[in-house]
T-cell receptor, first 114, second 115 residues
Framework: NAGVTQTPKFQVLKTGQSMTLQCAQD?????MSWYRQDPGMGLRLIHY???????DQGEVPNGYNVSRSTTEDFPLRLLSAAPSQTSVYFC?????????????FGPGTRLTVL | AQSVAQPEDQVNVAEGNPLTVKCTYS??????LFWYVQYPNRGLQFLLK??????LVKGSYGFEAEFNKSQTSFHLKKPSALVSDSALYFC?????????????FGTGTLLAVQP
């Protein structure tokens, strides 16, 4: 198993540009989520999904959209990038969402918005 | 409010000595607790978790953690540190509010093991 994969690893955007961060998992996990990591703030939940076709907002959803058309993929879209979205983004997945299953994280995407 | 605290930004230890990385939590009900490690420019790797049962949990790479309900702590320990253990360590607790399955992370503790 490849586990959780993310592309790209690095990205530089200009303010106002859009892009999609890709996330895929091959473990048949129902639950997937996106976090952003900022210095001194730990990780914060952006959006999550409990299965194909079902998504919902986390604690910092503004400026981001998600969709989940398949079990495997959970892309994160930035519609109009802003410097405040400069961060490291992690995708995570787990078999269930009752809290007892381990959440596995991808390697991250380091995004810089100029 | 539900939260996780890692009181030390950095822990320094000599190779071969025991190490402890501290974590305290605040959550309603019985907590689900996790430790992750992050190596430079890498993602978070799962080390261990406490869901229920034995208070001493053993995990990957020789790490273990002890759940202490009365002190609301979940400290990470290893009997003998290696230079390769140098990394950023995160404690997390599952947020029991709502259905997000969100993990609430501490701000991380940088472990530096000197040879």
């Amino acid at each position: 198993n490849a586990g959780v994969t993310q592309t790209p690893k690095f990205q530089v955007l200009k303010t106002g540009q859009s892009m999609t961060l890709q996330c895929a998992q091959d473990m048949n996990h129902e639950y997937m989520s996106w976090y952003r990591q900022d210095p001194g703030m730990g990780l914060r939940l952006i959006h999550y999904s409990v299965g194909a076709g079902i998504t919902d907002q986390g604690e910092v959803p503004n400026g981001y959209n998600v969709s989940r058309s398949t079990t495997e993929d959970f892309p994160l879209r930035l519609l109009s990038a802003a410097p405040s979205q400069t961060s490291v983004y992690f995708c995570a997945s787990s078999y269930s969402f009752d809290g007892t299953d381990t959440q596995y994280f991808g390697p991250g995407t380091r995004l810089t918005v100029l | 409010a539900q939260s996780v605290a890692q009181p030390e930004d950095q822990v320094n230890v000599a190779e071969g000595n025991p190490l402890t990385v501290k974590c305290t939590y605040s959550v309603s009900g019985n907590p689900y607790l996790f430790w992750y490690v992050q190596y430079p420019n890498r993602g978070l790797q799962f080390l261990l978790k406490y869901i229920t049962g034995d208070n001493l949990v053993k995990g990957s790479y020789g790490f273990e953690a002890e759940f202490n309900k009365s002190q609301t702590s979940f400290h990470l320990k290893k009997p003998s540190a290696l230079v390769s253990d140098s990394a950023l360590y995160f404690c997390a607790v599952r947020d029991k509010r709502g259905a997000t399955n969100k993990l609430i992370f501490g701000t991380g503790t940088l472990l530096a093991v000197q040879p």
